[in-house]
């Protein structure tokens, strides 16, 4: 059944001047919308207005636009409304009131729209209200969350669209909006519910802590920074650390309570102030740590040609790169010496015994030879790589040489025991020993050289030390 009703005539007036008449009121089962008229001691004037089909509610405004001054309406006088159905004429509502300019009138509160933000905040979400409202601009209205106002405003003269911008806490719940008047006093209010989904807990950090190394490398300090952390749920945290602006490591915490996270990474050493942050990449939208931290410059590198005033290693004989050249040299002259005069004594001593040699001892004789081949292959890689006791990836270099020592004793008592008729038996336990005798004797060559080896460590043998990752 259709039904009408005006609650309310306000007007809006500077001084004696009347400026606006705004009228409202509800309607029920009359969908095409309303006709409202008002008059004085004038003209009739009427204007047609939709319903909110939401709240049944509706307002028509008369303002200079709609002819207002041929009604001669002023302040004090009496006006007669009428609101009449367009496609029901016989439903309709008619009052008549005094215009008194000397009050404020009461806004009229239409519409409220709400929007939750998809993200969240430091555990909050940002809640934006729209209130629809027509008033004086001597009004002033107020939006209240749960009982406790969260944002006040001033309204304009005629219709116009307020918002209210607050944030609260995503915790998945129902919670009462109210728009109420903050003036003129006495007027009713307006409330909606909303449900604010969930957000993620998050975790607060205590104290930022950093340490940059005081040792340099390739220009370069490492930064350990320790923060205390506190993960308010069982849920997995996933933490960041930010340096000036970018990213430099992460890490996971996937324990609740309280906790302290480590992260590592290497920075230009340039005696500057950098920016050091800690942040959340799960939960998304907390607040992390920052602090503001001082990094030593990094001496020269030897290695910076700009910064090293010395001629090239192998420009003269006499410098440090000649050096290691010649005692290169001198060691592999003395080895093939070595390897001349082992030849001979095997030779000899097999045809000194037995001539002509048996093929089993040529082949012995042949495995003798290659022994100690292999030997000094292995002694000169340990010249060029290994001279320095401090490159520790050489032990298992030098393990293999004294191996390699006691592999040709065993082989020389082997043979002594193992050819019963004689053969070439004296020539090889000579060569054997005499191998063994002279990997000894190499040995203590190399580190009688020593000292060229450490002071050439910018010449031939520091670069291929360098290629292969020993340098020091």
């Not at 001979?344 to 015994?353: D, N, R, T, W």
């Amino acid at each position: 059944m259709c039904n009408i009703t005006i609650e309310d005539v306000s007007v809006d007036s500077t001084g004696n001047h009347l400026n606006v008449v705004t009228i409202t009121g509800t309607a029920t089962d009359c969908k095409a919308g309303i006709e409202v008229s008002i008059q004085c001691h004038g003209d009739k004037i009427s204007k047609q207005v939709s319903i909110n089909q939401n709240t049944q509610e509706w307002q028509a405004t008369f303002s200079a636009g709609d002819k207002l001054k041929t009604t001669e309406c002023g302040c004090g006088a009496t006006v007669t409304v009428v609101a009449t159905c367009m496609t029901n004429p016989t439903c309709n509502a008619i009052i008549t009131s005094t215009l008194d300019c000397n009050s404020l009138s009461c806004p009229v509160i239409g519409e409220i729209r709400t929007l939750i933000a998809n993200t969240c905040t430091n555990g909050q979400r940002e809640v934006t209200v729209e209130v629809d409202v027509t008033g004086t601009s001597s009004a002033a209205l107020e939006c209240k969350y749960d009982g406790l106002v969260a944002a006040t405003s001033p309204i304009s003269s005629g219709s116009s669209t307020i918002p209210f911008v607050f944030t609260v806490n995503g915790d998945d719940a129902s919670h009462i909006i109210e728009i109420g008047v903050v003036l003129p006093v006495g007027c009713s209010s307006k409330t909606t519910s909303i449900i604010v989904p969930a957000c993620d807990a998050c975790p607060v950090f205590n104290d930022l802590n950093y340490e940059v190394s005081s040792d340099c490398n390739q220009g370069k300090r490492t930064v350990t920074v320790t923060v205390g952390v506190t993960n308010p749920t069982s849920s997995l945290l996933a933490l960041k650390c930010i340096y000036d602006g970018q990213e430099v490591d992460t890490l996971v915490v996937s324990t609740s309570g309280v906790s302290l996270a480590e992260f590592s990474f290497e920075i230009e050493g340039d005696s500057a102030s950098h920016t050091l942050e800690v942040g959340t990449i799960l939960p998304e939208g907390c607040t992390g740590k920052e602090k503001i931290i001082d990094v030593p410059a990094c001496p020269a590198s030897n290695d910076d040609p700009a910064s090293n005033d010395d001629p090239a290693p192998n420009d003269d004989p006499t410098s440090t790169g000649g050096a290691i050249n010649w005692c290169l040299i001198t060691f592999l002259t003395l080895a093939a010496v070595i390897i001349v005069a082992g030849i001979v004594a095997i030779a000899a001593g097999c045809a000194a015994l037995v001539p002509p040699a048996t093929p089993v001892a040529i082949a012995v004789l042949m495995g003798a030879l290659l022994t100690g081949v292999i030997a000094l292959v292995l002694l000169i890689i340990w010249c060029f790589v290994c001279s320095s006791a401090s490159v520790s990836r050489c032990a298992v270099l030098n393990d293999l040489r004294d191996l390699l020592i006691l592999l040709e004793i065993t082989v020389a008592i082997v043979a002594a025991i193992g050819f019963f008729n004689g053969a070439c038996i004296l020539g090889l336990i000579v060569g054997f020993a005499y191998y063994g005798i002279m990997i000894t004797i190499l040995e203590f060559i190399m580190r009688v050289f020593l000292n060229c080896v450490i002071a050439a460590s910018t010449g031939l043998i520091g670069r291929v030390r360098d290629f292969l990752g020993l340098s020091e």
